[in-house]
């Protein structure tokens, strides 16, 4: 009998003890002080394979550095090692045999941790839909390529700001501090700063005084990048681009934005940034390469716009009806969640009703407008007279080809100028030298955007 229970004890493994769980940690902040790298359970589990050709797992690194779940001792050993430190005898114990007091200290541990962490007005993502390509994209460009900047582009509702958090929860482990911070209120870059550097000196314990330029703080947000790993993510960036013009230029006063993702991008650091953005600054396109990336979200996948409509009820529909909505909205998460709700209220949901109504352009719900009308109204005059005329198109079109039939030598000339711009803002597909507009766009400019009797007259559409 006590041979089957020695047995089942020693199967359960071993745990840190509190002596050996300081050992570890403190040995972890060492090196990550001398490296100015994170120490994660990856790069741990990679220091142990250039010791140990068995090599360890980073799941079993990270049930050591949590205390919780046992392990063999021979693996705690290996990664004391991998570290540099002896495994004593009262380091650790069986799991079973001895509460491991490790576990007790963990919480103020984890607490530590949590406060180095600030989601601000970070969405609930709970039910995230699809993504897997991209999610796996962003992990490789910011964890093993270390890029120092990433735009993720989109129209609206596309879902960037879903992305955004779901990339940051997935990859928090790998930095010392998290910060996600939405700027919709177009607030200054020196209060930006400021907010930023101010969570960055709190587990210090004291307020870090800070210098009163921009310059300043620009300076000191380098230094704590280059200190430590960071991610910071900053929502919306179009709120602080101009309106009535070309894609990518900086409201009055807000230029500085673009100094500073210029000094991120160039200065070496071991920290990164996120923007998300339905329009591309002027100098990202300029400093892309291997630390800076940009990123343009397409729709959905067919079977995750299904996932998600089934989540609002239940649909009935046949494959090819599935596919044909699921294309008119070119997988936009918003805008089918509008149209499944309105499908779901007044169409028994039935998509076949769906269909006959897109068919019949009865299906441009006020939610809808308001989606369009938001981006739409910050186009530029050619922007608007260059949709229209692509509305008229029912498939791709030739760069020659729309060339010609464009009315206005004005407009010839700055054709290239204005395509791009509609890029950068995420309106226009393009495939090869071919460019059309996806076909709720198309339906929505036809319908709603510009006035008949004066193309020339900028559209706006009244948001509520």
């Known amino acids: 009998m ?7 004890q020693r199967y359960r493994g071993c745990v840190l003890t509190a002596k050996g769980w300081r050992k570890l940690q403190a040995q972890i902040q060492a090196l990550e002080v001398q490296t100015r790298m994170r120490q994660t359970a990856k790069t741990i589990a990679e220091r142990v394979q250039l010791n140990h050709p068995e090599g360890i797992h980073p799941m079993t690194v990270r049930k050591v550095l949590k205390g919780v779940g046992g392990v063999d001792r021979s693996s705690i050993k290996r990664i004391f090692q991998a570290l540099k430190l002896e495994l004593e005898q009262d380091d650790c ?59 993720l582009l989109g129209m609206g509702g596309i879902g960037k700001t879903a992305l955004s958090v779901k990339l940051a929860t997935e990859v928090q482990d790998e930095f010392e501090y998290v910060i996600w911070k939405s700027i919709r209120h177009a607030p200054t870059l020196q209060e930006t700063l400021i907010n930023i550097l101010q969570f960055l000196s709190q587990p210090s314990g004291s307020q870090m005084e800070l210098p009163a330029s921009v310059e300043g703080l620009t300076a000191r947000l380098i230094e704590q990048f280059k200190q430590h790993r960071c991610l910071l993510l900053l929502d919306q960036l179009e709120t602080i681009l101009q309106s009535l013009s070309l894609a990518g230029y900086y409201r009055e006063g807000y230029e500085p934005y673009g100094d500073l993702l210029k000094v991120l991008a160039e200065v070496p650091h071991q920290s990164c940034l996120v923007l998300t953005s339905r329009e591309k600054p002027r100098e990202i396109g300029v400093m892309e390469g291997k630390t800076v990336q940009s990123i343009y979200l397409d729709g ?3 079977a995750d716009s299904q996932q998600l409509i089934h989540d609002l009820g239940n649909f009935t529909g046949l494959e090819n009806e599935w596919r044909l909505i699921t294309a008119h909205y070119a997988g936009n998460p918003l805008a089918l969640k509008i149209v ?58 030739s760069l020659s080809h729309l060339r010609e039939d464009l009315p206005s030598p004005v407009l010839q000339q700055s054709l290239l100028d204005v395509l791009d711009s509609l890029r950068g803002r995420s309106l226009l597909q393009k495939q090869g030298g071919h460019f059309r507009l996806q076909p709720f766009v198309s339906e929505y400019v036809k319908e709603y955007g510009v006035k008949a009797d004066n193309s020339s007259t900028p559209f706006r559409v009244k948001v509520a």
Not at 2 to 8: G, L, N, R, S, V
Not at 376 to 394: D, G, H, T
């Open 340 to 397: 499944a709700a309105r499908t779901r209220d007044y169409l028994n949901s039935d998509l076949s009703e769906c269909l006959e109504e897109l068919r019949k352009g009865r299906l441009v719900f006020s939610d809808l407008r308001n989606l369009m009308g938001r981006q739409f109204n910050r186009l530029s005059v050619l922007e608007q007279e260059i949709l229209v005329q692509l509305a008229v198109y029912r498939d791709w079109v």
């Open 300 to 302: 959905l996948k067919l």
């Open 2 to 8: 006590t041979e089957a229970t020695e047995k089942t």
């Open 93 to 151: 114990v069986h799991a079973k045999l001895c509460p491991p007091p490790g576990i007790i200290e963990q919480p103020a541990q984890l607490a530590q941790i949590h406060s180095r962490q600030n989601w601000g007005e970070a969405v609930d993502v709970s039910s995230f839909y699809g993504r897997k390509d991209e999610l796996a994209q962003l992990k490789q460009r910011i964890v093993s390529e270390r890029c120092r900047l990433i735009t």
